[in-house]
């Protein structure tokens, strides 16, 4: 995405209207968010604003209290400096306030000492001012410094859990991923902005900080008027008056984005790493990653890229929120602190030319009236973080529990193949009396399916959509389990077998096969993660699924996106305007732009990326597949490359047992040797093609003869 030299600030564009430049520096501010350049309007600004928020219900956290020890053992093996650092501040935080208010309250014995002596002492007076400004000075520098060691917590934080996060969604089976209680956790594992880790941490502490300035601050309090005879009163009307407004007034704050600004990255590790964290999240990869095996790989691969881009690798309003909570240090403030104290030094001169009437109590009651609203608001500050807390421990709870959701399809312990000159000739499958219920469903989608597929045979499954056939493909990679009956690989229970073995064994292509949010290259080399890095075999691979010319027509050849994983951001776009950095936008003045990286290809195209994707685990020059399994390969090819895809697999085929699954009959049902024919999730008829076509009353031979009738 480099700037167009020939590109405007602002210009017409006759099809899409009027564009902004954000490169344009007179108009807009740039500033780095670690993978993200975010672009700001210079004529508008960004601030908070106030609206409502509520008093969280306070519930029991005991249980909870585990998972908050083992984190902070993990900071504390992971960012013990930024933890102690953010402690320390908070502590110093935390007293602050209480020595400026000690500071107000000797403002009272200018007073008292003014009336007593019918003189000002000037030095108390100043000396008393003074400290209060500085402990303003230090409120200022503790805040400025502990947003600092937040970030590099939060960086740190982030990226120790980023991985176990990844692994614990990678890991789980589709049925397991299916039941929406796990789905839920898994995502709820997942920060918006903070790390749950520092949201929970920073919660626990600023309840006890809270606590700590209310008690220090009310014992000063105390401590300053123990001597006022109407202390008690004044406390109470004060307290009394400023619960009633603060309560009425609704507190909190929410984020302008009304001005103008966007948001783009142009980092292609990050871009690549939101792909691969895609994969795992969405529902509808979830066979492939599984089938494949993909979990390890693609968790490693992920760490790799983490540990590369570290503390940068956030999304884009995790980055936003980081930017626009850090303070900037303003060396005015300096300045401003003092003169702030001004009206308090005039205020105890007036007292001092008119003692009568400004007795020492109207002083007392200034101080209250100054102190007394900061109080309710500690207060009403500890309730909302107690009630806090249990949301941020039970966050932490689903974090450290995904690490340990069972699998429903649960592992064998035998190790397969028991030989490699197993795979080598090919595997047997057998079905024994099989029938099988999808989740929800009172209808079978499979019911006593029996057959026997022999070392080496080419098999093809036939029947209409719906009859069964994907189901059983299904089955054997243990993307689920039978509901009655048993299914054997080479004579061994497919449960008692090492799912990772069993799986590194076969190579499947879905008919709902799924296109991952990465390159072409990852889409190909997926296929077998260990030649993921192999251009050759990749190559090879998309030469035997007939994707080599399409993927030559690219602009960025075997590089290019389908889909790009990481949307750039806009905001408060002015009225006309269409385009930025020469794209165009969607969604109206707040959205995304136009994902010019991504590429709209067919469906027989995108199925040819699929294939080539099956090749690449069954073409490596190591044997390591024996049973490869295709469910409507060629439902979106035209004949002539139906006819080209079943030449190549025929030749691929060599000694592994070959599974189809499809509708059509054709030249592949012709050289099978077992045709197993589905009508309504039960296998009807089985038996050779000539055998099947010779059989009176076959709805196979009939079937074949309508499909044949067509091309005559």
Known sequence: MEKDSSMASERKDPESGSELDPMDKSLFRHVNLGVWDLYIMRTRLSRYLPTSWKIEEYVRIWKDVPYLVRTLRDMDTVARPQLFLYLGITLAQSLTPAVRL?????????????????AIDARLLF???????LCRAVELALGYASEKVIT?????????????????MARLDVPTWDDPAVSSQVRQSTPDTE????????????????FLRMFSEGAVLLRVLQDQGDGSLLVLASLASEAVAFFAFRNGFNLNLGNTWAAITRNDDYVRMEGLDQVVRDTKHRKELVAGGLDEFLTTEYRILADRLGGRAN???????????????????????????????????????????????????????QSSGTFVMRINDIFRKMGSISDRLASLRKLYEAENIPNKIVDGTIPFPENAQSISDGLSLEFRNVSFRYSGSEQYALRGVSFKVLPGQLCVIVGSNGSGKSTILKLVARIFDPTEGSILIDGHDIKTLKLADLRRAMAILFQDYTHFPLSIRDNIGLGNPRLAGDDAAIEEAARLGGASELIARLPDGIDTYLERPVRDI??????????????????????YMEDTSGHELSGGQMQRLAVARTFMRSSTMEQEVGLLMFDEPSASLDPTAEHDLFSRLRKLRGNNTMIFSTHRFGSLTRHADLILYMNDSAIVETGTHEVLLKREGSDYGRLWRIQAEAFL
């Open 102 to 118: 000690w500071f107000s309250g000797q403002t009272l014995r200018v007073v008292q000492s003014a009336i007593d002596n019918r």
């Open 127 to 133: 000396w008393v001012a003074g400290g209060r400004a």
């Open 152 to 168: 590099t917590f939060d960086a740190r934080a982030r990226q120790f859990y980023s991985g176990s996060i990844f692994h614990s």
């Open 195 to 210: 790390s749950i880790a520092l949201s929970a941490i920073m919660t626990l502490v600023e309840t006890g900080s809270a």
């Open 315 to 369: 999304d884009f309003w995790a980055a936003y929120f980081s930017y626009v909570r850090t303070p900037t240090f303003d060396p005015i403030n300096l300045l401003w602190v003092p003169l702030r104290e001004l009206p308090r030094v005039v205020f105890t001169f007036q007292a001092v030319k008119k003692p009568t009437s400004m007795p020492v109590s109207l002083a007392s009651l200034h101080l209250l009236q």
């Open 570 to 591: 806009y905001v408060g776009l002015p009225e006309g305007m269409r385009k930025l950095f020469g794209r165009k936008v969607v969604d109206g003045p707040d959205g």
